[in-house]
């Protein structure tokens, strides 16, 4: 187990390396001028757009700015906001509880819906209630998050009244439309994945054997045909996870909760290169690190993916 953990993290690293290449140079493409940013366009003399250029090491070739930067990267220094005027690293720790808790509450709340609707779809299979669960979870996976967050406040926030419209930070009252926003996605796809997966274990041989022997209904179910449909629901569970992190940008604007997605939009919209690099290399590390979880899971689930 140890060989395959450090295996899996060398090509963790590997893999950080190429996207932070590739971040700094996407940063870069852009046409913004962030020294225009910083001075808002006023008129000021060149020789201050100079001093600026070289405090940011905006003077530097690119090779070098990449070097300064990843050297830092490794210190635990993103750099200082252009706009801000403050360490990128002291900005994330600000706001990274906001988007954290966002997340893992979508994903709590898309798990324990998820997996029961796709094994009630493929025990109920063909009837009206399957495929009542099925239109809806087909809804969900075509509808955008920012949409779906949109018509909740709408809806329940405006309408209603029955939750706040814009998140505070005064209670966890305040995050459950943001939360149910980004897990509606989750569970369409999740669901779909279990009702496919158990359909799948449901007609196998070893079911009919177990069900030939007198096993209870719900023993089947659960211990032999759900157990072993899990690797696939794993899977998507932690792809969906990873890629709601980019959801959660979204919802974050819509529900103005000031979290990374917030700063991250800011810092497009000024060119604030180390922002941007700041964030982004962030929320490709935590994707990865929860990639490598599942790596993990998947080990101790079955030991034969260790030896690949």
Known sequence: MGKFILKRLGQMVLVLIAVSVLIFAMVRITPSDPVASMTNGKNVSEETKQELRAHYNLDKSYPEQYAIWITGVFQGEFGESFTYKQDVDFLIGERIGTTLTLVLMSGLLAILI?????????????????????????????????????????????????????????????????????????VALTSRITRTTMIEQLNSDYIRTATAKGLPRSRVIVTYALKNALIPIITVTSVQ????????????????MGGLGDLLISGIKSADYPVVQGVTLLMVTIFLVINLLVDILYAVLDPRIRMK
Do not use: C, H, R
Not at 122 to 140: E, G, Q, R, Y
Not at 154 to 164: G, N, Q, S
Not at 244 to 251: E, F, I, N
């Open 241 to 256: 996870i990873g890629t709601m992190l980019v959801g959660a940008v979204l919802v974050e604007s819509v529900f103005a």
């Open 114 to 186: 998820a997996i029961p609707v796709g094994v009630i779809s493929a025990v109920k299979m063909n009837t009206w209630l399957d495929k009542l669960l099925s239109t809806l979870t087909l809804i969900f996976v075509a509808s955008p998050v920012f949409l779906t967050a949109l018509v909740l406040m709408l809806v329940f926030a405006l309408e209603l009244k029955w939750f706040p419209a814009i998140y505070q930070g005064n209670s966890i009252k305040e995050m459950i439309l943001p939360a149910i926003a980004l897990a509606m996605n989750m």
